[in-house]
T-cell receptor
């Protein structure tokens, strides 16, 4: 079975600090996609970043970057220069294309950015 | 362009009543998903549509839940004889499903359902 595990239910960091959210997954597939979604208190889920498994280069979107370790099945999210607006629930997600198209979500990490 | 929209944004209903939740996906997106999210929890997959067909209904929690999609666009999630445990936020997402457009899902703002 394919699973996604986020081992940090909740984290707090000071504004402007760098924070890393961890995510591990389990699959026997070789081709898949990984995502990080952000859900602020407004509850609108927003895609933060995505990574194709066949790409070795880590994805980056402005202050957000990932550390993708395929052999270790690890996909952590690093937020640099954290801002108050980064306060949200963060979900790691996994998908195998052309299989069942179901995205499997982790249980989330609640991140608080403190002023 | 317009994102995924859902209506109503909030719904309060009495136990035992039926409710319908609506989702308008992004135009051209072939895949549509329904999830349920209880307070402070993760996402529980309910059902997935590819076009108008639902190849995966495995997440529907009981036969009180049903969903349909017409014209490859709008989808309705119906909950019959609502129970208090049905109270949650119901999220809809659509996806272009592959190709250059990728596989990520775009979410609507959700419908908060409260069963009293």
């Amino acid at each position: 079975a394919q699973t996604v595990t986020q081992s940090q239910p909740e984290m707090s960091v000071q504004e402007a600090e760098t924070v890393t959210l961890s995510c591990t997954y389990d699959t026997s597939e070789s081709n898949y996609y990984l995502f990080w979604y952000k859900q602020p208190p407004s509850r609108q889920m927003i895609l933060v970043i995505r990574q194709e498994a066949y790409k070795q280069q880590n994805a980056t979107e402005n202050r957000f970057s990932v550390n993708f370790q395929k052999a270790a099945k690890s996909f952590s999210l690093k937020i640099s220069d954290s801002q108050l607006g980064d306060t949200a629930m963060y979900f790691c997600a996994f998908m195998t294309p052309n299989r069942d198209d179901k995205i499997i979500f982790g249980k989330g990490t609640r991140l608080h950015i403190l002023p | 362009g317009a994102g995924v929209s859902q209506s109503p944004s909030n719904k309060v209903t009495e136990k035992g009543k039926d409710v319908e939740l609506r989702c308008d996906p992004i135009s051209g997106h072939t895949a549509l998903y329904w999830y349920r999210q209880s307070l402070g929890q993760g996402l529980e997959f309910l059902i997935y549509f590819q076009g108008n067909s639902a190849p995966d209904k495995s997440g529907l929690p009981s036969d009180r839940f049903s969903a349909e999609r017409t014209g490859g666009s709008v989808s309705t999630l119906t909950i019959q004889r609502t129970q208090q445990e049905d109270s949650a936020v119901y999220l809809c997402a659509s996806s272009p499903r592959g190709g250059r457009q990728g596989y990520e899902q775009y979410f609507g703002p959700g419908t908060r359902l409260t069963v009293t």
